[in-house]
């Protein structure tokens, strides 16, 4: 039915004159679905009571995992992968995951050359498989390999498993911009937490004037922060840069038959309160790179979760 103008409508709103007629006739064609509308409101609102709804939720949750006993630093696919099996194998643990993205995922969102679907491949003891079935993710089984339709379908579904836990909290659009130390009886350095601001600060700390940071105390960190890149292996350059690591080995070129393994066996504590997995891992030990292929990094997070758990029951 052609939708009807209203007569001598002032030109100044042709447009907005348009739109409600036209809305006004979808409504007039008297269907079931548009009768159910024709009395819809949304409950009245005031944008104090939304902005409290947010705020009093984020700023409890900086002050609740300003003593967090994990943070998670990155949240890429070997990030997430160690936080969903810390937070379901340790309930009681609260868990911050810092990102300094704006959206979480790291570079999981894809496939290789931007295709979409995910490649793992199986192993001995068919870890990739048992973990994408633990996280609910079908996938489609050939020979030496696995695939995930659509790598995004692996990232989501984590990403949404991880956020459910309760004792789980993700601050993203967030930087660690340093780490928290301590000296042991020994005057050994030890970890003792992240030093963390908004990322459009971090970004900013050459044209602005001193912003200091916010910090969250943590006996363990996991640090997943890929590979190198404008935010990327931040922990263990920052370790090299206080002497507490010796050198970085730096990422090699694409070995994927190697690779996978290395990052996977190579999971591990690198100073006291430190584990280092996934990508950053390519860059503390020289270890190749793999390309556009994921069992590794989920299975780095879930060894990183692992290690984790033993270095907290210590
Ligand atoms: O996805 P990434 O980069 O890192 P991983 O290790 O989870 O997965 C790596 C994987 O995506 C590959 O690189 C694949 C397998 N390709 C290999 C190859 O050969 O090319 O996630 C790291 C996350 C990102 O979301 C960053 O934004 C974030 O860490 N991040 C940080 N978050 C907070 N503070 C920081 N300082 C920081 N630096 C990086």
């Known amino acids: 039915m052609a939708p009807t103008f209203v007569?001598?409508?002032?030109?100044?709103v042709p447009v907005v004159t348009k739109a409600v007629n036209a809305a006004a006739a979808c409504l007039d064609t008297k269907t079931e679905s548009a009768?159910?509308?024709e009395n819809f409101s949304f409950a009245s609102i005031r944008e104090s009571t939304v902005s409290r709804a947010m705020t009093t939720r984020y700023f409890k949750?900086?002050?609740d995992y300003a003593e967090s006993d994990v943070v998670i630093v990155g949240a890429g696919s070997c990030g997430l992968s160690a936080a969903y099996k810390l937070a379901k194998a340790r309930p009681d643990l609260k868990i911050a995951i810092i990102e300094a993205m704006v959206s979480p995922g790291g570079g999981a969102w894809l496939g290789g050359q931007l295709f979409s679907a995910m490649v793992?491949?199986?192993?001995?003891?068919?870890?990739?498989?048992?973990?994408l079935e633990e996280i609910g993710v079908p996938y489609e089984t050939e020979d030496q390999y696995i695939v995930v339709k659509h790598a995004a379908l692996f990232t989501s579904t984590l990403l949404s498993k991880v956020l459910q836990f309760p004792n789980v909290k993700l601050f993203n659009a967030t930087s660690v911009e340093d780490l928290i130390t301590r000296k042991d009886e020994n005057g050994?350095?030890?970890?003792?937490?992240?030093?963390?601001?908004?990322?459009?600060?971090?970004?900013?700390?050459?044209?602005?004037?001193c912003m200091d940071p916010n910090t969250i105390n943590a006996p363990v960190i996991i640090s997943?922060?890929?590979?190198?890149?404008?935010?990327?292996?931040?922990s263990i350059k920052r370790l090299v840069s206080i002497g507490a690591y010796e050198k970085l080995g730096g990422m090699r070129g694409l070995d994927m038959k190697m690779a996978e393994d290395q990052i996977v066996k190579g999971t591990?504590?690198?100073v006291p309160g430190m584990i280092i997995g996934g990508m950053e891992l390519a860059e503390a030990d020289g270890?190749?790179?793999?390309?556009?292929?994921?069992?590794?990094?989920?299975?780095?997070?879930?060894?990183?979760?692992?290690?984790?758990?033993?270095i907290i029951e210590e």
């Open 268 to 270: 591990r504590e690198v």
């Open 7 to 12: 007569e001598n409508a002032a030109p100044v």
């Open 120 to 131: 793992m491949r199986t192993s001995t003891n068919k870890a990739a498989e048992s973990f």
């Open 188 to 209: 050994n350095l030890r970890m003792a937490g992240v030093v963390t601001n908004w990322t459009l600060v971090t970004m900013h700390h050459d044209d602005q004037s």
């Open 61 to 63: 949750d900086m002050y």
């Open 35 to 37: 009768k159910k509308w």
């Open 287 to 310: 270890s190749c790179r793999m390309g556009p292929i994921f069992g590794s990094m989920a299975l780095s997070g879930v060894r990183a979760a692992e290690i984790a758990c033993e």
């Open 224 to 234: 997943t922060t890929g590979h190198d890149g404008p935010t990327g292996a931040f």
